[in-house]
Nanobody, 124 residues
Framework: QVQLVESGGGLVQAGGSLRLSCTAS????????MGWFRQPPGKEREFVAG????????DYADSVKGRFTISRDNAKSTVYLQMNSLKPEDTAVYYC?????????????????WGQGTQVTVSS
């Protein structure tokens, strides 16, 4: 069983930056792809970014390309999401999850072991 805990969310002004962290405990995730999703208020959860087990391959939603960067430190069992140039439309609860495929998955059904989420609010 894998437990994932997200941290680093908060309130930031438009144009600002935040770095989210997702730390795993229990079973190792060092050989698993990992991903970040978000759920804006009143909307469905959506894929944000994903990374393969080694960090050599990443994928991003078009809405965050060039602004967000996903990375991982397997020695620390932690995945990061660096978010720059934040916009009010980035406001959401952000979740990390463990992927079930070798290649970076982008659909929520290709992930399991979800964290509890961390709130990101971007003010205009």
């Amino acid at each position: 069983q894998v437990q994932l805990v997200e941290s680093g969310g908060g309130l930031v002004q438009a144009g600002g930056s935040l770095r989210l962290s997702c730390t795993a405990s229990g079973r190792s995730v060092s050989m698993s792809s990992m991903g970040w999703f978000r759920q804006p208020p009143g909307k469905e959860r959506e894929f944000v970014a994903g990374i393969n087990w080694s960090g050599s391959s990443t994928d991003y939603a078009d809405s965050v390309k060039g602004r967000f960067t996903i990375s991982r430190d397997n020695a620390k069992s932690t995945v990061y999401l660096q978010m720059n140039s934040l916009k009010p439309e980035d406001t959401a609860v952000y979740y990390c999850a463990r992927g079930l495929t070798v290649r970076v998955p982008t659909a929520s059904h290709q992930y399991d072991s979800w964290g509890q989420g961390t709130q990101v609010t971007v003010s205009s």
